[in-house]
């Protein structure tokens, strides 16, 4: 079968990329309010991010693939599951970008000279294989959401700050579980998407746990979740607790399609908008972070 650059681009899954970036954006900005931004280590983290997402991507084509759940797939044909590449080849591909992430880490690492991090870095990369890869992968128990919180919300947001300030601020944390929590919330809402087939797959995401309904009532509740925690760090930060009203605005727009109960292509276009309200927290948070630190 004919392969084109849309196949790949899907395969990519470039709508999952910005919850790659948007961590690492929120940590450049808190290094920045402790006078410790690197633009070369900023870069470098989100290479790191980046590299990661779009290796898992392919990784889950590869394993979903020759494992048989896209046969019940009902959206657009993948590579290896739509018969589009050789499985080798798409494997080869995320191995490929797994290399680049493990590449740009340990030149983050060796600026930063704290060798320690490379384990942090080594289970990045084993937590992207096996969350469909191996035998038993955890993203077919209903574990993804929580090592998406880990490793996109924890490791990534407070990760680029420690790598430029060497610290681990209470703010970073706090902004890390926010982005991490809708980072799990555009997993979720990729899930419900999927449960009728993954039910058929024995595919046992979170979503098919819970249940159509609740897996759409916990989507909401993730996206107004982040917002409302955005005001604790007015503790630390005060600026911050403006973008909570604006954002809670925002999220009955975006979740409606969910909580009124669309399916199929629908929910593809929240999966894309869920994307860019994760990118838009994070911009919003640094943008008030650096101009309250030049301000004040």
């Not at 280590?41 to 979903?64: C, E, K, P, W």
């Not at 996109?152 to 944390?173: C, I, N, R």
């Amino acid at each position: 079968m004919k392969n084109h650059v849309s196949d790949w681009l899907e395969g990519a899954r470039i709508r999952t990329l910005p919850a790659a970036v948007a961590p690492v954006i929120a940590g450049a900005a808190i290094a920045f309010s402790e006078d410790a931004f690197s633009w070369t280590r900023t870069i470098l983290a989100a290479l790191v991010a980046i590299f990661l997402q779009i290796g898992v991507n392919f990784s889950n084509d590869y394993s979903d693939g020759v494992r048989g759940t896209d046969e019940f797939r009902s959206g657009p044909p993948r590579l290896t599951g739509g018969g589009k590449v050789s499985p080798k080849i798409v494997l080869m591909i995320a191995f490929g970008f797994f290399f680049a992430a493990a590449l740009a880490g340990l030149i983050l690492v060796a600026l930063t000279g704290q060798w320690w991090l490379l384990a942090i870095g080594a289970l990045a990369i084993l937590a992207a294989w096996f969350y469909t890869g191996g035998k038993n992968p955890y993203g077919y128990l209903g574990l993804g959401e929580v090592f998406v919180l880990i490793f996109f919300g924890y490791v990534a947001t407070v990760g680029t700050v420690y790598t430029q300030s060497g610290t681990a601020p209470p703010l970073a944390w706090i902004v890390a579980t926010a982005i991490g929590v809708i980072a799990c919330a555009l997993l979720m809402v990729n899930n419900i998407r999927d449960i009728p087939t993954d039910i058929k797959a024995n595919k046992r995401t979170l979503a098919v746990r819970l249940g159509d309904a609740s897996a759409r009532t916990a989507f909401v509740g993730m996206l107004v979740f982040a917002p409302l925690l955005t005001a604790l760090t007015s503790f630390y930060t005060y600026p911050l607790l403006g973008i909570t009203a604006l954002l809670l605005f925002v999220v009955p727009c975006l979740s409606k399609p969910v909580s009124t109960g669309k399916t199929g292509r629908d929910l593809i276009i929240v999966l894309r908008n869920t994307g860019f309200f994760e990118l838009s927290y994070a911009v919003l948070v640094a943008i008030l972070l650096v101009v309250s630190k030049l301000a004040f």
